[in-house]
């Protein structure tokens, strides 16, 4: 590498940043108006995130990615709740159990000038059941005068109270330091096969795409009780189904047969609780409605699927109900509306009839093999070597930028670092992806591909 103008360190730096597993999750959870969206803000050291929105807004990002000394970790963000739908405690409650269920640890935000209020305490006790280590944050403590507010909270038996003051800064830095110690350093849903469990399955969609129906369909008879299982942790939200002849965890099937429907809010929640079930799971499989046009709501689903880095299926259930012409038009949607998971399996099914639901197992399988799916560096070299001078990247301002090589630095999902004698335009980077693509498979994987130029 040196001698292609690349430290050593530089290279070993950018391998290793690109290479990162899944990060840990962090929960911000508390009352409305205690500032949870405020230090998210912070947190993310951007301004894109929620203090702006109104109330019932619908905002579809509720994870967001943090650095903190150097540490990173994902964030997710509470603060758009809809509170006057359920009544503050249960929406709070329900609220935070989402949260909580898909975090690494907490940070548990009080108001410290009004005080722990029976909301707060309910929030408490649900942190106290969940287990997860709680970083205790008391907010709008703007001044020294505000401290002895703070310590009032010991009082919620959740250790030391981190006083701090969101809109202002202060304080944030030492509780950073905490979350950053109550954080795992690999996230405990760590990801492979090595501890043997069964792989673990997101079934999303929107609401009436058919989840509970398919989910009824495959549990079926051979539901398997989750305690007789060895090895399985017993965890009420999720389901141990047998499938295909293997074993899998269905996670978050409660967020689906619970089926609260509420009129505000009730898009967020839903992306809440989509958002979870992602987190935790290493494949998604993306329910779509096949006799319904492809939305919006579909299409943030599937982005926040890629996103989040998990492989995914695309299943188009109702098929029962298609004539010829909707399955026509569907086909054009499909290329014009999902072209940003072109390489996704997909199979066509009907919850109601059960059809093709054999197909649904050799489809998930593909995409996690995609998504496992690591090239040697030898051969990708080779690979690189022949696209580049067989295709070299545009001439621009009288220099040719090169790839000059190349390594997979990670998988679940495949990261590639690519190292280039120039900056190398947005195009060719979707050309060397599709080539990439062709040559070695990823079927239903995202990849990621970072370029470092060489100074
Ligand atoms: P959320 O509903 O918990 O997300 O709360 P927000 O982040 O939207 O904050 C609610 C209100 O409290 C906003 O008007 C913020 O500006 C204000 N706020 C947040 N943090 C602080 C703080 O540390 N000090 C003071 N004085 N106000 C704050
Ligand atoms: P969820 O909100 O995504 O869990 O959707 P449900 O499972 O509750 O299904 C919504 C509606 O679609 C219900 O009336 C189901 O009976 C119906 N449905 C689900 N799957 C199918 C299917 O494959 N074919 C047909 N015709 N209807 C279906």
Known sequence: AAEEGFDIEDVEGAIEAAGHGPLPVLAVVGRPNVGKSTLVNRMIGRREAVVEDRPGVTRDRVTYEAEWAGRRFKVVDTGGWEQDVLGIDASVAAQAEYA???????????????GATDTDEAVVRLLRKAGKPVVLCANKVDGPSGEADAAYLWNLGLGEPHPVSALHGRGTGD?????????????EQSFGTAIGGPRRIALIGRPNVGKSSLLNKVAGEERVVVNELAGTTRDPVDEIIELGGKTWK???????RKRVHLQQGADYYASLRTAAAVEKAEVAVILLDA????????QRIVTMAVEAGRAIVLAFNKWDTLDEERRYYLEREIETELGQVAWAPRVN????TGRHMEKLVPAIETALAGWETRVPTGRLNAFLGELVSAH??????????RILFGTQAGTKPPRFVLFASGFIEA????????????????????????VRVRE
């Open 175 to 187: 509780m950073l330091d905490a979350v950053l110690e109550a954080l795992p350093d690999a996230p």
């Open 349 to 352: 099914v009907s919850a109601r």
């Open 250 to 256: 269905f996670v978050d099937t409660a967020g689906i």
């Open 427 to 450: 195009g060719y980077r979707r050309f060397i992806e599709r080539r990439l693509r062709e040559e070695f498979g990823f079927e239903g994987t995202p990849i990621h591909i970072s």
């Open 100 to 114: 909580i269920e898909a975090a690494d640890a907490v940070v548990f935000v009080v108001d410290a000038k009004v």
């Open 291 to 298: 006799s319904e046009n492809i939305s919006v709501q579909d």
């Open 392 to 401: 070299p990247h545009p001439i621009r301002g009288g220099k040719q930028p």
